[in-house]
């Protein structure tokens, strides 16, 4: 009892000085991946959908942020049926005949027929800093400085 105890205490106290490291309130969590924080996601859709207009990008990957900032057309996989018509089917396909009957059965209304909406721009995230116009500075706690780029086309 007296050593789980002592390496529960250890555990507490590792625990306490991962947190007082950050400082408080934590400027991003312990494990974190995103490309950018949470207030550069916001700056970029806000600007982002001021320069397109109403015109359509497809997406660097994670979209979620900015497209509820944007208010545009964020095109991947997730919010376009066209693309993910392919996927589905390569899914189909690789399965086991019980998964397949199951995805069959779950898309059975799915028009496989759908194509891929086109993009009218495309958005890209780099490492380093911005360069150039339609691009737009960003860091988070996991990659450190980069940028979003957006370009003409698909």
Not at 58 to 63: C, K, M, R, S
Request: proline share 8%; hydrophobic share 40%; aromatic share 8%.
């Amino acid at each position: 009892p007296v050593l789980a105890l002592g390496l529960t205490g250890v555990l507490a106290l590792s625990a306490a000085a991962v947190d007082a490291a950050q400082g408080l309130p934590w400027p991003s969590p312990v494990v974190f991946g995103n490309w950018a924080s949470a207030r550069d996601y916001a700056r970029v859709g806000t600007e982002l959908g001021a320069r397109l207009h109403g015109a359509s990008v497809a997406g660097p990957g994670e979209i979620g942020t900015l497209a509820y900032f944007c208010e545009c057309a964020i095109i991947d996989e997730f919010s376009d049926r066209g693309h993910a018509v392919e996927l589905i089917r390569k899914r189909i396909e690789l399965a086991n005949p019980l998964m397949s009957l199951a995805l069959r059965i779950n898309y059975h209304w799915l028009d496989p027929s759908l194509a891929p909406r086109r993009a009218d721009y495309r958005l890209q995230y780099g490492s380093g800093p911005a360069t150039g116009p339609d691009s737009w500075p960003v860091r988070s706690a996991a990659k450190g400085d980069g940028h979003f780029t957006l370009t003409p086309g698909p």
